[in-house]
């Protein structure tokens, strides 16, 4: 997938994370998070997995984490990507379909 | 060393404290010592006055100078406006090289931080710190170890001389121009003044500050002018707004009212369940709720607390109100109820931080209790719990009186949610242990609840009670079933604090934070 542009999903809640997605050259990871020194490790690896599930190549991507769970996480970063390669909330979008239950789990 | 819970001592803190390593909750049992004692100066002639105009003054007068201890009381919590004031002046003074002994510290005293870079502060010995003070000792800034003990564990090293106070400043809501020192009646109640009692007798020097005088003689005294060197009068003492605040609404939120119900559900079903039980509880939401469940059930089978013990708050003082407590036993207030009853119901009385909790007199209030319920931010498989240290490493919390009321109640009941957002509460090994598992006998989560094992007697007094019972490894199987096995923190080899156990030993250490970074 490519990234298009910049886009942002989640919040700073409590148990959320905010995930923003920029063009990037290569993938460029930043992680803060509230549970880094005993969740580090996860939170990189899933971020990493999702990305690599979405075919993405190229990004910077911007993780806040407030203590979500790998679920949450997943979500995010999908959500992010979809938004900056132009996707929108609608099910079609410039003729392209979500992928409900394939890239997106 | 290896202590009783595990915990490897580094023979260079045996070695610079000259402290032995924890051997047990009990292993002091009978064991005699001799008191340590203050340097008194007479005050024979009637002409003196006590009066002192400042606070710079009175440190003069006090022979204030590099490397004594000065000691304080957290009474008026996050409202207290004394540590900072007294410390301002001794840094403007010049002073270096200060060891405060607190019976706590908190976000309020954050403007001493400076001082503990600059080196006016090298040492502080609390129940715990919170905020900026916590962050400054987890980062090496303190020069010192800071020690951290509980309410009775204070006590005990003032008494025992592991401490010695050179002088004590005392807040005081009202005093008279001879010392007499009481917690009601001014413009910054906070009810008791149980933690500052070893203070006033323990320390060379005495200095009440207040911001009410009140014409002499200031009766019933916390503290009796025979302990005050000196009287100072300040504009404010505290900020009454964050001393106490109004009666926490009753929690709405359904996990803590379900582990509320748990708990009241466990109480009522052990033997200790019977007219006249003694009583302790905490102010978190899940604690308050059961004190509210707890008390329909005494009502319901005219069952009533002989003892209510500790800090205490608004639920327990309507309890005692509506005659289901004989009597509230008080070192510490959290509300204006509480407040409000202590200076006006006669069954609700005041004690000393050593009456509560000190392990070496001849019998605390603690070791009468059937029941605590406390709140842990950690508990291990092992039922240690953390209550100091977060799940990051950081100093951000007190003993207060956790390990004391635990190693004196019959039935220690810990409640805490088994997720506080990722953090699981149920773990392997809790970053640094505060109160040991010998001492803990029940745990309840919102997944279920956990009997240690070594209390086959409540397991047996269990066995047809409708609970959800687990054990304590199942609980935490679940927490990471969810959450995924946290990684253990890393820190770095220097040893910044000292967990202290109730009897002088130690328990555990904290050491310096260390910046995580990916490998």
Redesign the interface.
């Known amino acids: 997938m490519e990234v298009k542009g910049t886009a942002m999903a989640g919040t700073l809640e409590s148990s959320d994370a905010q995930v923003t997605v920029e063009p990037g050259t290569g993938i460029e990871l930043s992680i803060e998070s509230s549970v880094i020194n005993q969740y580090g490790k996860k939170i990189r690896a899933t971020v990493l997995e999702t990305l690599e599930r979405l075919e993405v190549k190229d990004a910077k991507v911007t993780v806040v984490d407030k203590g979500a769970l790998d679920c949450t996480l997943k979500a995010r970063v999908e959500g992010a990507v979809f938004r900056a390669s132009g996707y929108s909330e609608d099910v079609i979008c410039a003729g392209k379909k979500l992928p409900w239950g394939g890239a997106i789990q | 060393m290896i202590n009783a819970v595990g915990r490897d001592i580094p023979e260079k803190v045996l070695q610079d404290t000259g402290m032995q390593v924890f051997q047990g909750a009990y292993a002091r049992h009978n064991q005699t010592y001799k008191k340590a004692a203050p340097t008194v100066r007479g005050i024979v002639d009637p002409k003196e006055s006590k009066m002192v105009d400042s606070i710079a003054e009175v440190l003069k007068k006090c022979g204030i100078k590099d490397g004594m201890t000065i000691s304080f009381h957290h009474h008026f919590r996050e409202g207290d406006y004394v540590v900072n004031m007294v410390m301002e002046e001794i840094h403007k003074m010049g002073i270096k090289d200060i060891t405060i002994c607190a019976s706590s510290l908190g976000k309020a005293h954050n403007p001493i931080v400076p001082m503990i870079e600059d080196g006016t502060i090298v040492g502080i010995q609390s129940s715990g710190v919170r905020g900026k003070i916590g962050e400054a000792i987890s980062t090496g800034k303190l020069k010192g170890y800071a020690i951290m003990r509980s309410h009775g564990g204070r006590v005990r090293a003032i008494e025992e001389g592991d401490v010695h106070i050179d002088i004590a400043f005392i807040g005081a809501p009202t005093c008279d121009c001879y010392g007499n020192m009481r917690a009601v009646g001014g413009k910054s109640d906070c009810g008791v003044l149980s933690y500052a009692v070893a203070d006033a007798m323990y320390a060379d020097k005495v200095v009440a500050i207040t911001d009410t005088l009140v014409p002499y003689p200031n009766l019933p005294a916390s503290i009796s002018q025979v302990y005050v060197d000196y009287v100072v009068k300040v504009d404010e003492i505290g900020n009454p707004a964050k001393i106490a605040t109004g009666a926490a609404k009753p929690t709405t939120d359904v996990r803590k009212i379900m582990m509320a119900e748990y708990c009241t559900q466990f109480v009522i079903n052990t033997p200790y369940f019977k007219d006249g039980f003694t009583y302790q509880t905490g102010v978190g939401g899940a604690s308050i709720a059961s004190t509210i469940s707890l008390g329909k059930i005494m009502k319901e089978r005219g069952i009533k607390m002989g003892l209510g013990l500790g800090g205490i708050a608004g639920p327990m003082c309507k309890l005692l109100e509506e005659g289901l407590i004989e009597k509230l036993v008080d070192t510490q207030d959290f509300d204006l109820t509480a407040i409000e009853s202590v200076a006006k119901n006669p069954n609700h009385y005041e004690i000393t931080a050593s009456e509560y909790a000190n392990p070496m007199n001849k019998g605390a209030y603690v070791n009468q209790l059937d029941f605590v319920i406390l709140a842990s931010l950690e508990v291990d498989v092992n039922f240690n719990c953390n209550v100091v240290v977060d ?3 950081m100093i951000t919390g007190a003993q207060g009186g956790h390990p004391d009321t635990a190693a004196g109640a019959k039935c220690t009941i810990v409640i805490a949610p088994l997720l506080q ?3 699981p509460a149920i773990c392997t090994n809790v970053t640094t242990v505060t109160t040991p598992g010998e001492t803990v006998d029940v745990v309840i989560t919102d997944y279920g609840i956990a009997i240690n094992p070594r209390r086959q007697d409540l397991i047996e007094a269990m066995k047809d009670v409708k609970l959800p019972f687990k054990t304590i490894e199942e609980l935490r199987d679940i927490a990471y079933s ?3 096995e ?5 820190f770095g080899d220097r040893v910044v604090g000292i967990i202290e156990g109730r009897d002088g030993t130690i328990m555990d250490v904290v050491r310096e934070i260390k910046p ?1 970074e ?1 490998d």
């Open positions: 799940s990051n490493g957002g990722r953090t969810i959450v995924g946290p990684d253990p923190v890393e995580y990916f």
